[in-house]
């Protein structure tokens, strides 16, 4: 089945900085969806963005589906940004969202 | 307020017991699955569903059982709990087709625990 690989695992980041999550993906994909964890357990869908670049204020998503990678930037982190990043992906031919292994993200004030 | 519900929030169940987990959606979504969370590891699909009437196998079906008879429910049947399937349980859906506003909605979760 497809590989879906997230990094780095864990990142902790001071309030203010910038980062750049990574997921790499072994098979062409129909779909690609970037998704954050909240310290509650809380699942929220952040992008779907399959191909090209989207921008949600201090965040953006790029994926070049080509070379079978996507990145989602976060820009002057906020405590509120902790948690998990997730990239789920969506194999050609099949209707199942496979999720990454995701990035532990704490941003301290 | 339109959403996913799922219920219960927490459960304790006995090996060998049987239950089902409840999930409703509001959004006329087609598209509907279950997924299980381990302690520190990303989402596992269990089963899932394109519309009503239709479901198919995920990562991790063994164990559980499922069915789509309307398009708002999609019940988690255990049907013979095992302490291996203590785990959060998260149902999603979203729209078959992407469009505007797609993406996968997910509910708060089920917390199980089989002792």
């Known amino acids: 089945g497809i590989q879906v690989e997230q990094s780095p695992p864990d990142l902790i980041l001071q309030e203010g900085a910038n980062s750049t999550l990574r997921c790499n993906f072994s098979?062409?994909?129909?779909?690609l969806q970037w998704f954050h964890q909240n310290p509650w357990g809380q699942l929220i869908n952040l992008f779907y963005?399959?191909?090209g670049t989207k921008q949600n204020g201090r965040l953006s998503a790029t994926t070049v589906a080509t070379e079978r990678y996507s990145l989602l930037y976060i820009s002057s982190s906020q405590t509120t940004d902790s948690g998990v990043y997730f990239c789920?992906?969506?194999?050609?031919?099949?209707?199942?969202?496979?999720f990454g292994t995701g990035t532990r993200l704490q941003v301290f004030p | 307020n339109a959403g996913v519900t799922q219920t219960p929030k927490f459960q304790v169940l006995k090996t060998g017991q049987s239950m089902t987990l409840q999930c409703a959606q509001d959004?006329?979504?087609?598209?509907m699955s279950w997924y299980r969370q381990d302690p520190g590891m990303g989402l596992r699909l269990i089963h899932y569903?394109?519309?009503?009437?239709?479901?198919d196998q995920g990562e991790v079906p063994n164990g559980y059982n499922v069915s789509r008879s309307t398009t708002e429910d999609f019940p988690l049947r255990l049907l013979s709990a095992a302490p291996s399937q203590t785990s959060v349980y998260f149902c999603?859906?979203?729209?078959?087709?992407?469009?505007?506003?797609?993406?996968?909605?997910f509910g708060s979760g089920t917390r199980l625990t089989v002792v």
């Open positions: 999603a859906s979203s729209y078959s087709a992407p469009g505007p506003n797609y993406g996968y909605t």
């Open positions: 098979d062409s994909v129909n779909n």
């Open positions: 963005i399959p191909s």
């Open positions: 789920a992906v969506e194999p050609r031919d099949t209707d199942k969202l496979i």
């Open positions: 959004m006329n979504h087609e598209y």
């Open positions: 569903s394109v519309g009503a009437g239709i479901t």
